[in-house]
């Protein structure tokens, strides 16, 4: 950044935290990885999220009820949940840091995508045959309790969300490197991103809530698994030839500049640079947060409440279709009729958040900047989860009279999942476009910084996974409660949001102040 780098007179004063006058910013972690790309390199490398995303939507709508089938219960099916956390926590900040600093002769962020993908092949394997390779190994067809199958399903799952780390992580840093530093370029790489997750989601919950796909993969029904694991194998054979394909065409056509090592010497002449890279993972990663500047430890607050608003939505939502809205018990066709109109909600909710991605850089300018549409957004997830409380009421009185919830709350019910794209748009784009921004303002490396922000989405689910089912037997062994806790929290996010973060710097100059963009 050049020494006498000005703001927009707009956002100094919010940013005066963080800019740096008198002297030059620290040196980059590591050398650009490729020059300036090509839009449809941009767009390759953002469709992997597709890949990624189909499985998560599969996970989301359709794992909860699985676990529950190989004999986990309600109560303790959240547990199984915290293999994603725990390798959130740890994966993608390592693979954040190595990748910065990998050598290898086919990029930094290459090898570890081709990794992440084939982890994940193995890992849906697992996870798909879990009930097969339990009989095999000595399950008892009939019984409740599955636990050689179980033991099978949680391998698989660990394995799953330890490569869904490995991918992500790196895919969002490419896309950083590729956009050059350029502030508006890396928004709308995300929004990107965000969109082809959008695509993802609306696969994978079309083919979760279509009961008949194990007609197009007989192989799958077996003696130790029914219909509704058979459908899930099928669903879990197009993720891996989806995320294959889209990986192995990103990794062909788009090109990484091999990365030489750090540069040998900070801007001012001393030797700090040179020993730069030498720091261990655990070093840099403590540095990372130690030197974190102000505006980052905010985003850090508004996204780790914002979590806690959506991760017992995520973990629960066909459940709670299942159970409160239609008045279900796991196994019985009531139970699955819910499932299904939640993967179909789920579905909806893609559709509106494949629009929304694409619209948030033009809302953000609309509503006055990305701090204001993210706070906004943060009170209309708040308004939706607490919703569920009047849609369970509604749905409860109802069945009492007919039997089956009525018509208009089934269609309230989908117009909330369908309401929660917007926010989750902004959820999906907005928070990593400001890591970036800011890492690369003060000269941290793309890979760290995002691993840093994964942090804060890491850590809520970790408490949600541990405390919302016992939470939730506390009072009933319902969903509410969870939710309820979670529109508490996105409110605050709210607040914080609109009140407390700064606002990025202008990418274009306004004729007023004709500000230096200088985040390259």
């Known amino acids: 950044m050049e020494a006498d780098h000005r703001v927009n007179e707009e956002n100094g004063k919010a940013l005066s935290s963080f800019q740096v006058q008198s002297q030059p910013p620290p040196p980059p972690l590591s050398q650009p990885s490729s020059p300036p790309q090509p839009v449809r390199n941009l767009i390759m490398v953002a469709a992997i999220a597709a890949g990624i995303q189909f499985g998560w939507a599969l996970q989301l709508s359709l794992l909860t009820p699985y676990v529950q089938l190989l004999g986990i219960s309600h109560k303790l099916a959240p547990i199984i949940w915290l293999c994603g956390p725990i390798s959130g926590m740890l994966v993608q900040p390592m693979v954040g840091y190595y990748s910065d600093n990998c050598t290898s002769r086919f990029g930094r962020r290459r090898p570890f995508i081709a990794a992440g993908a084939s982890l994940v092949a193995i890992a849906v394997v697992l996870i798909g045959f879990a009930a097969d390779l339990g009989h095999l190994c000595g399950d008892t067809l009939g019984k409740t309790s599955k636990p050689r199958a179980i033991a099978v399903f949680i391998v698989g799952f660990a394995i799953l969300d330890v490569a869904n780390n490995m991918l992500q992580g790196p895919c969002r840093a490419l896309l950083a490197d590729l956009s050059d530093g350029n502030a508006r370029k890396t928004r709308m790489s995300y929004a990107g991103y965000s969109f082809f997750m959008a695509v993802g989601n609306v696969l994978g919950y079309a083919a979760g809530s279509y009961s008949k796909l194990y007609k197009l993969f007989p192989f799958t029904q077996t003696k ?43 801007a001012d002449g001393t030797e700090s640079g040179k020993h730069h890279a030498k720091i261990p993972f655990f070093g840099e990663i403590f540095g990372a947060l130690k030197d974190l500047p ?29 159970r409160e809205v239609y008045g279900g018990k796991v196994g019985d066709s009531l139970y699955d009729r819910g499932v299904h109109a939640g993967a179909l909600g789920l579905m909806l909710n893609s559709v509106v958040l494949g629009f929304a991605s694409v619209g948030v850089e033009h809302s953000a300018r609309v509503i006055g900047g990305v701090k204001r549409l993210w706070g906004v957004v943060n009170f209309i997830l708040a308004a939706c989860l607490a919703f569920t409380v009047l849609i369970t009421k509604l749905a409860d009185s109802t069945r009492r009279a007919n039997g089956s919830p009525a018509e208009g709350v089934k269609v309230g019910s989908l117009a909330l999942f369908s309401v929660l794209g ?20 003060v000269g941290s490396g793309q890979g760290l910084s995002l691993g840093v922000l994964n942090l804060a989405i890491v850590v809520p689910q970790m408490l949600v996974s541990l405390l919302s089912g016992q939470f939730d037997a506390l009072f009933g062994g319902g969903n509410l409660p969870a939710f309820v806790v979670g529109a508490v929290a996105a409110a605050i996010s709210g607040i914080i949001a609109l009140t407390k973060l700064p606002s990025p710097p202008a990418d274009v100059p306004s004729h007023k102040t004709q500000a230096i963009a200088a985040f390259h």
């Open 422 to 441: 917007v926010p989750l748009a902004v959820t999906y784009s907005i928070p990593f476009a400001l890591a970036s921004i800011f890492s690369t303002d």
């Open 294 to 322: 102000r505006p980052m430890w905010i985003l850090l607050v508004v996204t780790c409440l914002n979590w806690i608003g959506w991760f017992p939505f995520f973990l629960f939502d066909t459940d709670w279709m299942g």
């Open 224 to 266: 130790a698994c029914d219909i509704y694991c058979a459908n899930l194998k099928g669903c879990f054979i197009i993720s891996i030839a989806l995320l294959l394909t889209l990986t192995i065409l990103a990794l062909t056509f788009v090109r990484e500049k091999p990365f030489s090592g750090p540069d040998p010497g900070s």
